[in-house]
């Protein structure tokens, strides 16, 4: 199971606030699985925690979250399965913002379900199965 950053964010933001929100339901249904996070959602906690007001606490919160989970790199013939849903996309007119066909593809070349609140971004990426919280 991959997990989006929106989830992650919703994760961090419930546990702040120390309330049980969905993401953090949906996080106990799931705790029994192997949770992955794609390189791309790393790179777009750390772009967020560069935007933030105070990025020393909020790069130690996204690295205290990290810990539990696996980070999983794009492998050998990513590129190619992301040219093909990129240009099937863009071909058909229902681009998704770029991060999320980055974090889509790579769900989709490891045969993950990826869990997501973006449900109608993820579903334009034929055979990736989505899950929302």
């Given at each position: 199971m991959l997990l989006d950053t929106c989830f992650l964010i919703d994760i961090m933001r419930?546990?702040?606030?120390?309330?049980?929100?969905?993401?953090?339901r949906?996080?106990?249904s799931i705790e029994d699985l192997i949770l992955n996070v794609s390189l791309f959602t790393v790179c777009?906690?750390?772009?967020?925690?560069?935007?933030?007001s105070n990025p020393e606490r909020e790069r130690s919160n996204v690295e205290f979250l990290l810990e539990h989970l696996r980070v999983v790199y794009p492998e050998t013939g990513f590129?190619?399965?992301?040219?093909e849903i990129?240009?099937?996309?863009?071909?058909?007119?229902?681009?998704?913002?770029?991060?999320?066909?980055?974090?889509?593809?790579?769900?989709?070349?490891l045969n993950m379900s990826l869990i997501t609140k973006d449900v109608d971004h993820f579903k334009r990426i034929k055979g990736l199965v989505v899950e929302s919280y």
């Open positions: 419930e546990s702040k606030k120390n309330i049980e929100g969905p993401a953090i949906k996080l106990q777009e906690l750390m772009g967020g925690v560069e935007k933030s590129a190619v399965s992301y040219g990129y240009g099937y996309l863009s071909g058909n007119g229902i681009m998704i913002p770029q991060m999320d066909l980055l974090i889509g593809c790579h769900a989709k070349i």
